[in-house]
């Protein structure tokens, strides 16, 4: 049987964030994860791209508009929507996440979701480089190995 994987490397990708102002204090957290899983999978942060937008509702289309730029191999979204805070939070987190697998389909090239949906604050700090890991660094590291799968089509 023939097996495809992607490799976990990042050297000479070149690749797009689009980030969400709204709960920058949680946001920050995720770009930095992103960056930092980038640079230590062999990435240079040269070829890095940094969009920021109001809100999760909003990236969708930056996303598409990057990823259909060709000057990138893949788009990472990194947001964070709190139910606790959002009384419109099922609209945006539904919204955001049919938007960015939409922009991936349509372009041809990864969008990868690094946009937190939690209860509360607290979850989102514990997904934000804290206890549970760091959702930036999840979705950065699934674009690096989803730009060197697809190449192998
Ligand atoms: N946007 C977020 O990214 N996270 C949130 O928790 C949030 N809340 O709480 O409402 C939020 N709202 C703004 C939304 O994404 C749009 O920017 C706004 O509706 C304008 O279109």
């Keep these: 049987m023939k097996?495809?994987?992607?490799?976990?490397?990042?050297?000479?990708q070149k690749i797009g964030i689009v980030a969400s102002r709204f709960n920058d204090f949680i946001v920050s957290?995720?770009?930095a994860g992103a960056e930092d899983c980038f640079v230590r999978h062999g990435g240079n942060t040269e070829d890095l791209t940094l969009a920021f937008v109001p809100g999760a509702f909003e990236i969708p289309l930056i996303a598409q508009k990057m990823a259909?730029?060709?000057?990138?191999?893949?788009?990472?979204?990194?947001?964070?929507?709190?139910?606790?805070a959002t009384p419109h939070f099922d609209m945006v987190a539904n919204e955001s996440a049919?938007?960015?697998?939409?922009a991936?389909?349509?372009?041809g090239i990864p969008v990868t979701n690094g946009i937190l949906t939690t209860d509360s604050i607290e979850q989102a700090v514990e997904r934000a480089g804290t206890k549970a890991g760091?959702?930036?660094?999840?979705a950065?590291?699934?674009a690096i190995e989803m730009i060197n799968l697809a190449k192998q089509f």
């Design 140 to 142: 950065m590291i699934s």
């Design 134 to 138: 760091n959702k930036g660094a999840d």
């Design 29 to 31: 957290h995720l770009v």
């Design 104 to 107: 991936s389909m349509k372009s």
């Design 3 to 12: 097996v495809l994987e992607g490799q976990l490397l990042a050297q000479g």
């Design 68 to 84: 259909e730029s060709g000057k990138f191999d893949a788009v990472v979204c990194v947001g964070a929507i709190i139910r606790g």
């Design 98 to 102: 049919k938007g960015i697998a939409a």
